[in-house]
Nanobody, 124 residues
Framework: QAQLVESGGGLVQAGGSLRLSCVDS????????AGWFRQAPGKERDFVAA????????HYADSVKGRFFIWSDNDKNTLFLQMNNLKLEDTGTYYC?????????????????WGKGAQVTVSS
């Protein structure tokens, strides 16, 4: 079973950058696709970005397109999310997750394994 552990969250000023990492000790990266979600206080968990490991193709929510980048280091079994030009509305808990779907999927229910999350707080 996948054990996903996120790290790299923190407090950053608007306009700054952070890089999140997610290590998969269950070695599912590569066999399954993966994505990042985020959840702001009192709101639903929303799709942020996804990657297909076989093709290396990526996909982003409109709200982060051009600012966030997802990639993986398969040798280290690690998934990354580079977040640039952060905005106040990017604040939330960020989760990495894996999915068995080969197509792009965006719903929480489409992902079968989750990390516990990393907090990102963007201040003005």
């Amino acid at each position: 079973q996948a054990q996903l552990v996120e790290s790299g969250g923190g407090l950053v000023q608007a306009g700054g950058s952070l890089r999140l990492s997610c290590v998969d000790s269950g070695r599912r990266f590569g066999r399954e696709n993966a994505g990042w979600f985020r959840q702001a206080p009192g709101k639903e968990r929303d799709f942020v970005a996804a990657i297909r490991f076989r093709s290396g193709r990526d996909h982003y929510a409109d709200s982060v397109k051009g600012r966030f980048f997802i990639w993986s280091d398969n040798d280290k079994n690690t998934l990354f999310l580079q977040m640039n030009n952060l905005k106040l509305e990017d604040t939330g808990t960020y989760y990495c997750a894996t999915t068995l779907h080969d197509s792009w999927v965006y719903g929480v229910g489409d992902y079968n394994a989750w990390g516990k999350g990393a907090q990102v707080t963007v201040s003005s």
